[in-house]
């Protein structure tokens, strides 16, 4: 089954700067990807598709690219500020099941 | 507000007992997921429901069983609870079977003691 993985460890980036979270699915390539958003104890938000189709995506300091070739999306928030301090979670979509990652929890430093 | 409500929003009980959490989806949504978030897993897709079928089936343990009613609320019901089962409960819900753009509810803390 599909397996979506993205680094553990935590990002601390100095408020700012540019934040880049990565996102690597095993199998086959998905009909898109779907980046969400969780504050602790809290449901996750939904920030952003980018279909196979696409390779690149922008809402306002959000970007998220499709790289079906390394079966990997990153996923950027320039401009970082404390308030984006959260987990970030990679979902696969399409007909199959919506299987999420273990999430990147970015720490933006003032 | 994702429009997603989910009750109750705590839930303590011990070893042994039954519960049953319970989701509204986004008005006009017709799927509704369940989800386990605990610390060490992530969130693990449970079931699925659209239009009051099943659509699709995560890793539920048999203990735990789900349906959506004619409104399109759900229910999900957990039996013979273990301390393992402890975790935070999730329902979400989408427009569509494409499964795009969930919103999740606010989500049950089940504590089992």
């Known amino acids: 089954s599909q397996k979506i993985e993205q680094n553990s460890e935590a990002l601390n980036i100095q408020e700012g700067k540019t934040a880049t979270l990565t996102c690597n699915y095993t199998n086959y390539s998905p009909a898109y990807l779907q980046w969400y958003r969780q504050d602790p104890g809290r449901g996750p938000v939904f920030l952003l598709l980018?279909?196979?189709?696409?390779k690149e995506k922008r809402k306002e300091r959000l970007k998220v690219t499709f790289d079906t070739t390394l079966k990997q999306s990153l996923f950027h928030i320039t401009a970082s500020q404390p308030a984006d301090s959260a987990t970030y979670l990679c979902?696969?979509?399409?007909?199959?099941?919506?299987?999420f990652g273990t999430g990147t929890k970015l720490q933006v430093i003032p | 507000d994702s429009g997603v409500t989910q009750t109750p929003k705590h839930l303590i009980t011990a070893t042994g007992q039954r519960v049953t959490l319970r989701c509204s989806p986004r008005s006009g949504d017709l799927s509704v997921y369940w989800y386990q978030q605990s610390l060490d897993q992530g969130l693990q897709f449970l079931i699925q429901y659209y239009n009051g079928e099943e659509r699709a089936k995560g890793n539920i343990l048999e203990r735990f069983s789900a349906q959506q009613f004619p409104d399109l609320h759900s229910e999900l019901n957990l039996s013979s609870l273990e301390l393992g089962d402890s975790a935070l409960y999730f329902c979400a819900s989408s427009g569509d079977r494409t499964n795009e753009k969930l919103f999740f509810g606010s989500g049950t803390q089940l504590s089992v003691l």
């Open positions: 980018i279909r196979e189709n696409e």
């Open positions: 979902a696969t979509g399409g007909y199959q099941k919506v299987t």
